[in-house]
């Protein structure tokens, strides 16, 4: 039997009902109203403090002293180690091994006379600085432990070199400053271990 009812009629219908029951489906599940406070959670306890909260900057401090003292044994043992002096008769003899096989030429000459004085300046303490040719005898003549003699020697060793140094032609045979160096200051360096050995004596 066919439906008496009006087809417009029964699409309203069906979208009235749907309404309807949204409608009361919104409501059932939405019970507070918009201006209502919704129930609060329970509240939490309370935070512990942190780490750096209870101990600040303490744990930094260990690590610090043992970034120092780390520091300080490096460079304890990597820092350079100061040489021993070198005795000033050793140093005279390194110095004049290379200059021995050398031409005697002006250069040569000067520093063989250089060892010379830089020798006796630091064997028999002459004052600092740097001494003329006639400075430097004077101070040579008035140590008693280089003697007379060896005095003498000694300056017209570097007498001889400075008119060879400055000669207009060179001269006709070398002078063999090296070794006479060598020797004078083999002679010197005896006199001056007798003279301290005596001196030692004497305070025993």
């Not at 744990?59 to 520091?71: D, K, S, T």
Request: proline share 11%.
């Amino acid at each position: 039997m066919r439906s008496t009812l009006n087809p417009k009629f029964g699409f309203w219908t069906t979208v009235a009902l749907c309404f309807f029951f949204a409608t009361r489906l919104f409501a059932a599940t939405n019970l507070i109203a918009p201006d209502d406070i919704p129930p609060l959670r329970p509240a939490r306890g309370e935070l512990a403090p942190t780490y750096w909260e209870q101990h600040g900057a303490w744990p930094f401090v260990p690590g610090g002293l043992g970034v120092l003292v780390a520091a300080a044994v490096l460079w304890l043992l990597l820092r350079p180690r100061p040489s021993a002096p070198v005795p000033p008769a050793i140093a005279a003899h390194q110095a004049l091994d290379p200059l021995a096989n050398q031409p005697e030429n002006g250069v040569v000459l000067s520093r063989i006379s250089q060892v010379v004085r830089r020798y006796f300046s630091a064997a028999f303490a002459f004052p600092p600085g740097e001494l003329t040719t006639a400075e430097f005898s004077r101070e040579l003549e008035g140590r008693q432990q280089v003697g007379a003699a060896l005095s003498i020697a000694v300056n017209a060793f570097l007498r001889e070199c400075d008119r060879r140094k400055f000669a207009p032609s060179p001269p006709p045979a070398p002078l063999g400053a090296a070794g006479l160096a060598a020797r004078l200051i083999d002679q010197a360096e005896a006199r001056r271990v007798a003279t301290e050995q005596a001196a030692n004596a004497q305070k025993s």
